[in-house]
């Protein structure tokens, strides 16, 4: 996947500060490098794919937001 075009704030207008953007570039390309590598692992020991890809995604529902006290979105 790739990554983003922009990044935006709540209120739609993109981030544009250069270190933000590394960072978050850099951060996705971690995630993303990670997420793989945890999926590509499950198949090759023999985890149903639909079981794996349905954890990761609630695993991403579940991230609590530092914005919301903590809760989950």
């Given at each position: 996947?790739?990554?983003?075009?922009?990044?935006?704030q709540?209120?739609?207008?993109?981030?544009?500060?250069?270190?933000?953007?590394?960072?978050?570039?850099?951060?996705?390309q971690?995630?993303?490098?990670?997420?793989?590598?945890?999926?590509?692992?499950?198949?090759?020991?023999?985890?149903?794919?639909?079981?794996?890809?349905?954890?990761?995604?609630?695993?991403?529902?579940s991230?609590?937001?530092?914005?919301?006290?903590?809760?989950?979105?």
């Amino acid at each position: 996947m790739e990554k983003p075009r922009f990044w935006p704030q709540d209120d739609g207008n993109p981030i544009t500060c250069h270190e933000k953007l590394r960072v978050l570039e850099e951060n996705w390309q971690e995630v993303q490098d990670i997420m793989r590598d945890a999926f590509e692992d499950a198949m090759l020991m023999g985890v149903s794919e639909q079981f794996m890809r349905a954890r990761l995604k609630d695993m991403v529902d579940s991230l609590a937001s530092p914005k919301n006290g903590g809760q989950a979105a």
